[in-house]
């Protein structure tokens, strides 16, 4: 039975009850054999029939027949006898291992901790790789712990636990160490450098021995690194980080975010910490990526603007808040053309950011560098967002307030008849004269709308992003009170959601929730009982494939809508584990 505490992406911590064992995940079982001692610090130790480790008190496994078979499609990767010493030997079906196998069988067998079969064949396929590990979680179930034999070492412990390894052991630390490859913060250093000896903290030429201790240190202190980075929601930036030292682990992140973004998208979370975009990596990070897709595929612009305003991010977030953008916004508001003006800012990584999508994550969270020079994947990126945006949404009249350096959209914004007023610096004087007399210039050709009114398509705009286009009756005949971005959203008379200003997110009241359930999305359906606090995942009998963890959702039985909350769980969890909270409940009937 496994009690999920804290997810990021696929990684989780979590406690592990099978029979007489309890494991605090994730974890490293650590070799014990006739060459190689595990260490004293050891919570769980990996012993062969070359060990003479007497019983202490610690968990310890019998590896029958070693980690090497050769490979065949369906060969057991792991052996259906791995097992605690004079327990269960006879039936491998009561094992606590499952066997595992090299095709899709994950789910044969009854145990609680599923190997990856012939994981260390892994290294030769960087693209099977990916496609195995990241689609383990769905294979085995969220209901046990996944074990990756033979290849975990300092440089990819943080990778094989991003993409839903759960336990590994110190074999990859062994063989590194055998052919005197020194881990040092992510690094590899031979035992031939001049380095070596001072780094190990030893006289003389390196031993395996001392060059084993110091790697079985770092694949140590590597795993509180990546249980904090678990813990704080910050594990992606560890992964890119630690992936630039070797080819195989830059190539495994490469083809989960670029070929297999469907297996990584249901576990990422719509929330997350601020972050920075530093590398090409970050570009394809999942959360980004659905954002991405996100505005293509569900976003509804405002219908009454009749001019697009395309502005250059700042490094401030929200933007709104940063003195640039300030500096734009006293120019709209002294053109007199505020409400009939829609505000887009372009920039990397996520293409555009539209204003009244601009609390949103991860528009607010994220930073990235700024140097003024674009590479051809950014590129790209804007061009496409861009150009998605002009061909679903005609405006009268574009301008352009953009530095000089996005000259690479000159060809677009020329062929949209695109006023240009940015130049060099889109905050010095002239520019913003030039703003503010070209919004003037177009004022009596446009037609604004109260602001009242301009509010509640900003905020039907957000749902539509948040939700999609199947919901959008919730704002249908609604109105909006109070000042954006604190709105509340009422129908006939009655409350049905509010806007979050801490997280640019819709909060439905129970009412929205019955709203939303004429959609058949978002919904849990729980047993026949009255929730009055949390929903746990005991009581989840089925939940809607596309929710996401932080998703609002409506909780009901029998088709009678009970309470409305936000998601704590992917649904594949909700629905397979009996420990948690599934969904925070915040109002019910």
């Known amino acids: 039975m496994i009690e999920v505490k804290d997810r990021c992406w696929l990684a989780r911590t979590a406690h592990l009850e099978a029979c007489d064992l309890e494991l605090e995940l994730p974890e490293i079982m650590y070799i014990d054999s006739g060459k190689v001692r595990a260490p004293d610090f050891a919570r769980v130790v990996l012993a062969d029939s070359g060990s003479n480790r007497a019983e202490d008190g610690k968990t310890v496994y019998m590896n029958p027949s070693g980690y090497f078979r050769p490979f065949e499609e369906r060969a057991p990767g792991i052996d259906p006898g791995f097992r605690k010493p004079h327990d269960r030997a006879g039936d491998p079906s009561e094992c606590i291992f499952s066997a595992g196998f090299s095709s899709d069988d994950l789910k044969c067998g009854r145990g609680e901790i599923v190997p990856v079969g012939n994981a260390i064949s892994l290294f030769r396929d960087p693209r099977r790789a990916a496609e195995t590990l990241s689609g383990v979680r769905r294979d085995s179930g969220p209901d046990r712990a996944v074990y990756a034999a033979g290849i975990a070492d300092p440089i990819n412990l943080s990778l094989l636990l991003y993409l839903g390894v759960d336990i590994v052991d110190s074999y990859g630390t062994v063989m590194r160490s055998s052919l005197g490859q020194i881990a040092v913060n992510g690094r590899i250093i031979s035992s031939g450098s001049e380095e070596a000896a001072k780094i190990l903290g030893v006289d003389g030429p390196p031993t395996f021995e001392d060059i084993y201790a110091h790697n079985i240190m770092q694949l140590e202190h590597e795993l509180l690194v990546v249980r904090d980075g678990i813990r704080r929601g910050t594990l992606r930036p560890l992964v890119e980080l630690r992936s630039r030292h070797e080819i195989w682990t830059t190539q495994v992140l490469r083809y989960c975010d670029r070929e297999f973004y469907d297996l990584m998208e249901p576990w990422t979370p719509l929330t997350g910490p601020p972050f ?48 640039s953008h300030r500096l734009f916004r006293d120019a709209i508001r002294g053109s007199g053309v505020g409400s009939a003006v829609h505000e887009v800012i372009v920039t990397s990584p996520l293409g555009i950011v539209p204003r009244d999508l601009e609390l949103v994550y991860p528009a607010r969270q994220y930073d990235i560098p700024v140097t003024g020079h674009w590479d051809e994947d950014e590129k790209h990126l804007i061009r496409s967002m861009l150009l998605n945006l002009l061909q679903r949404r005609r405006y009268d009249h574009i301008v352009a307030h953009l530095d000089s350096e996005m000259e690479f959209l000159s060809d677009i914004l020329e062929g949209a008849g695109a006023i240009l007023t940015g130049g060099e610096s889109v905050t010095s ?8 007399g070209s919004l003037s210039s177009l004022s009596p050709e446009l037609s604004g709308t109260s602001w009242r009114q ?58 929205g929730g019955r709203l939303l359930s004429k959609s058949n999305r978002f919904g849990v359906e729980i047993d026949d009982f009255q929730p009055k606090t949390n929903v746990f995942a005991v009581g989840v009998v089925d939940a809607d494939p596309g929710i996401r963890i932080g998703d609002e959702v409506f909780i009901h039985h029998g088709g009678e809508v009970r309470a409305v909350g936000t998601a704590r769980m992917n649904p594949s969890e909700m629905i397979s584990l009996s420990r948690g909270e599934a969904v925070h409940i915040r109002h019910h009937a």
Not at 429 to 436: D, I, P, Y
Not at 472 to 492: A, C, F, N, Q, W
């Open 276 to 323: 920075s975009a530093n590398s090409k990596e970050s570009l394809w990070r999942p959360d980004i990526e659905r954002y991405r897709r996100r505005i293509v595929e569900r976003y509804l612009p405002p219908p009454s603007p009749q001019l697009l305003l395309l502005l250059p991010c700042s490094a401030k977030k929200p933007y709104s808040i940063s003195s």
């Open 429 to 436: 004087r002239k520019s913003l004269e030039a703003l503010r």
């Open 454 to 511: 301009r509010t509640l398509e900003d905020v039907t705009a957000l749902v539509s992003y948040q939700f999609g286009e199947d919901s959008m009756h919730i704002m249908s005949g609604s109105e909006t009170r109070g000042r954006y971005p604190s709105v509340r959203i009422l129908k006939d008379g009655k409350q049905v959601a509010s806007m979050v200003p801490d997280h640019g997110s819709i909060s439905l009241t129970l009412e």
